[in-house]
């Protein structure tokens, strides 16, 4: 059996979205890091009696993590939701969706929110310089925040589920992508979609990240003794 074929067998299909399912591990490791955002929101809440957050390239779904905390403060949350694509809340009197690109720097330009969130995302902007703006944007939206993103030193890619993925040269991981369904990817055909998924996920370090929100704290979520990813909070 040739190299070829051995990876072939290794590599397995596309998976559904763990983060809607509880029992997942991912879900788990979601919910955990909701209580550091639930400790802040909580502090806004004492300190102000209401909460209006700004959630950059989030989904209502992912909020499902701090379900019994917002089902208790419906009422005094407000939840801002910022993404490229058109979306209808499912709870209107909570979420409300705002059609844009976390990294335009006129973004909310004027107005002022309690609390910027943001889960992975900031690696699937593209580019370096519109990091520096989503960074912007973060900082200057609220005056408490919360990003999370993958570490690149850990050594198991999440979004392609392939250990080292990322340090792979660019044109070897644009053809696995090509030739292998790899984590939530089928096999790409088009060589500049592929391209396009290559340079959208795009893992950051810690010394990146501390670059990025030089006012916060950075911390980091652990698996198995590995710094697994990266949190920049300011409370």
């Known amino acids: 059996m040739n190299a070829v074929s051995i990876l072939d067998g290794l590599i397995s299909r596309p998976q559904s979205d763990p983060y ?42 992912y909020w499902l993590v701090g379900k019994d905390f917002i089902d208790a403060n419906r009422h005094r949350l407000n939840i801002t939701i910022v ?21 335009d720097p006129a973004l909310f330009r004027g107005r002022q929110f309690d609390f910027v969130h943001s889960n992975s995302v900031i690696e699937h902007l593209g580019s370096y310089d519109a990091m520096k703006v989503f960074a912007e944007n973060t900082r200057r939206l ?18 392609f589920r392939f250990p080292g993925f990322q340090y792979l040269p660019r044109n070897v991981r644009r053809a696995l992508i090509m030739r292998y369904s790899l984590g939530f990817f089928s096999r790409i055909d088009d ?5 396009d998924i290559i340079r959208h996920h795009s893992l950051l370090s810690t010394h990146q990240m501390t670059k990025l929100f030089p006012d916060a704290v950075i911390s980091h979520e652990k698996f198995a003794g590995l710094n697994k990813s990266i949190m920049a909070i300011r409370e």
């Not at 060589?191 to 391209?195: G, H, I, K, S």
């Open 83 to 103: 993404n490229i694509t058109d979306e209808s809340p499912e709870n209107g009197d909570i979420f409300t969706y705002h059609r844009g690109s976390a990294s």
């Open 142 to 159: 609220a005056p408490r925040y919360y990003v999370q993103t993958p570490n690149y030193w850990f050594p198991y890619e999440p979004h």
């Open 20 to 61: 809607s399912d509880k029992n997942s591990i991912e879900f788990g490791f979601r919910a955990r890091r909701f209580a550091s955002i639930e400790r802040v929101l909580k502090s806004i809440l004492e300190e102000k009696g209401t909460a209006n957050i700004i959630d950059l390239g989030g989904t209502e779904t």
């Open 191 to 195: 060589r500049a979609e592929a391209e």
